[in-house]
C-alpha cells in the first residue's frame, strides 16, 4: 500500500507537459538544460573545491539522428573542457554516458557498436579525461562487463565501469574476483532502477544484501588495489572507507548535500555527479520514484 507520498509521485511522473511544471523540482537535481548552465554549474562547484562528472541527459536513442545529436553534445563538451585545459581553468572533470545513449543495444553488444561512440571515447582519451560507462538495465549486464573488458584489453585506459550492488548473483564473490582481474576504475553504486525485478534484489525486503554486497565488493577491489568511487549516500558507508588510497567518495547533485560538506570538510570532496541537457525528464522521474519527497521541494 503506497502512503499518500508515494501515491502523489506516482502520479505526477504520468502527468504531461514535464518539461514545463516540473523544472523547480528537476533544478534541484538538474545542473542545467544547456551546455552553458551545466558548465557553469560545474565551475561553481570546482571553485568550492569539487571534482565533478559531467553526464548528458538522455537514453535509449532509437534512430540515428538522435545518436548523432547525443556525439555532438559529447564532442561540444569535450572541447569545452579542453579550452578549459587550455586556459589553465581550475576544473577538474570527468564524461559519464550510457551505451544507450549511442543506440548500443546491450542485449547485442559485440555487433552494434557504432563510430560516434568510438569518436567520443577517442577523443577524451586525447585529452586525458576519463569516461564513465554506466551500467543500465541488469539483463544485459554479463554483456556490458564482457564489454568493458574487451575496450580496456583493447588499449582504453581512460574507461570507467559501474557496478549495482543490488545486481541478484549467485555466487557474489566469484563476481568480485572476477572483476578484480582487470584494474578498470569502477563506480559501485547502489543501483540506478528500484522497480522490482527478479534480476535484482529488493531495496525493501533485501537491503542488508544490498548493503553487503556494495561492501564486499569494495573490499575486493582495494585489496587488489583498483581504484574504486564510492557513489552512496549511506554516511556510514563513506566514512569507514575516507582516507584509503585506492578509494573516492561520489555524490549526486543536490542529494545530502550535507554529507558532501562533511567529506569535504574531513579532507575528501566528493566527485559531484551533474547531469545537465534538455532530456533531463527520465532521471528526474527515477529520482522521484526514489524519494518521494522531492515532490515537497517545489513548494
Known amino acids: 500500500m503506497l502512503n499518500p507520498l508515494e501515491l502523489a509521485a506516482n502520479i505526477a511522473v504520468k502527468m504531461p507537459g514535464w518539461k514545463y511544471w516540473a523544472w523547480p523540482i528537476a533544478k534541484n537535481f538538474i545542473a542545467g538544460r544547456t551546455l552553458k548552465e551545466g558548465l557553469e554549474k560545474a565551475r561553481e562547484l570546482s571553485r568550492d573545491g569539487y571534482p565533478v562528472i559531467l553526464n548528458y541527459a538522455g537514453e535509449?536513442?532509437?534512430n540515428r539522428k538522435a545518436v548523432v545529436q547525443t556525439c555532438s553534445a559529447y564532442s561540444?563538451?569535450?572541447?569545452?573542457?579542453?579550452?578549459?585545459?587550455?586556459?589553465?581553468e581550475n576544473l577538474t572533470a570527468s564524461v559519464s554516458l550510457k551505451l544507450s545513449q549511442f543506440g548500443i543495444l546491450e542485449a547485442d553488444?559485440?555487433?552494434?557498436?557504432?563510430?560516434?561512440?568510438y569518436e567520443v571515447?577517442?577523443?577524451?582519451?586525447?585529452?586525458n579525461i576519463r569516461v564513465w560507462i554506466d551500467a543500465e538495465e541488469p539483463e544485459y549486464a554479463s554483456k556490458y562487463?564482457?564489454?568493458?573488458?574487451?575496450?580496456?584489453?583493447?588499449?582504453f585506459r581512460n574507461i570507467g565501469r559501474v557496478v549495482q550492488a543490488n545486481i541478484r548473483s549467485e555466487n557474489w564473490?566469484?563476481?568480485?574476483?572476477?572483476?578484480?582481474?582487470?584494474?578498470?576504475?569502477?563506480?559501485i553504486?547502489?543501483?540506478?532502477?528500484?522497480?522490482?525485478n527478479p534480476l535484482t534484489l529488493s531495496f525493501e525486503r533485501e537491503l542488508p544484501e544490498i548493503l553487503w554486497q556494495f561492501r564486499r565488493m569494495i573490499r575486493v577491489l582495494v585489496n587488489h588495489k583498483i581504484e574504486v568511487e564510492i557513489a552512496t549516500h549511506e554516511t556510514d558507508i563513506q566514512n569507514f572507507f575516507a582516507g584509503s588510497p585506492y578509494t573516492h567518495p561520489a555524490i549526486l547533485y543536490g542529494v545530502n548535500t550535507e554529507l558532501a560538506r562533511?567529506?569535504?570538510?574531513?579532507?575528501?570532496?566528493?566527485?559531484?555527479?551533474?547531469?545537465?541537457?534538455?532530456?533531463?525528464?527520465g532521471y528526474v522521474k527515477r529520482r522521484l520514484l526514489e524519494n518521494p519527497k522531492y515532490l515537497l521541494l517545489s513548494l
Request: hydrophobic letters at 35%.
Open 76 to 88: 561540444e563538451l569535450l572541447d569545452e573542457l579542453r579550452r578549459a585545459q587550455l586556459h589553465g
Open 173 to 187: 564473490e566469484k563476481f568480485c574476483f572476477r572483476l578484480a582481474k582487470r584494474p578498470i576504475p569502477t563506480r
Open 189 to 196: 553504486c547502489k543501483g540506478a532502477y528500484r522497480k522490482e
Open 60 to 62: 535509449h536513442a532509437h
Open 109 to 117: 553488444l559485440n555487433s552494434s557498436i557504432n563510430d560516434e561512440f
Open 262 to 281: 562533511a567529506l569535504k570538510g574531513m579532507g575528501h570532496p566528493p566527485h559531484i555527479y551533474l547531469i545537465y541537457g534538455p532530456e533531463w525528464a
Open 121 to 127: 571515447l577517442e577523443k577524451a582519451e586525447g585529452q
Open 145 to 155: 562487463f564482457d564489454f568493458l573488458d574487451t575496450l580496456w584489453d583493447a588499449g
